[in-house]
């Protein structure tokens, strides 16, 4: 999942959620549905939005655990990589 901290900028800022839809150029209802975590932002609507607030994105959104890569399925957690001709599709 993707946290974010939009809210946050907003008030650092004085925004509403109208006036940071505005300067991206999405709907306020875009805005709300981002702030509550109904769906994650593209990337470049990401980039958008901390532009605005003159910050990285990473300042803006942040991946929780769960959703980083080999959390669930620990074959990505190896801390070698295999060599191509054991992978099944060089066989």
């Avoid at 901290?5 to 109208?18: G, I």
């Avoid at 942040?62 to 599709?89: A, C, F, H, I, M």
């Amino acid at each position: 999942m993707i946290k974010n901290r939009m809210k946050e900028f907003r008030a650092k800022y004085d925004m509403k959620q109208e006036d940071l839809a505005q300067a991206v150029g999405v709907r306020r209802e875009t805005i709300g549905n981002l702030e509550k975590g109904k769906y994650n932002p593209s990337l470049v609507l990401a980039w958008n939005i901390a532009r605005v607030f003159h910050v990285s994105i990473e300042d803006v959104f942040t991946v929780t655990d769960d959703e980083l890569p080999g959390k669930n399925n620990p074959q990505q957690n190896r801390e070698t990589p295999e060599s191509p001709e054991s992978l099944p599709y060089f066989t």
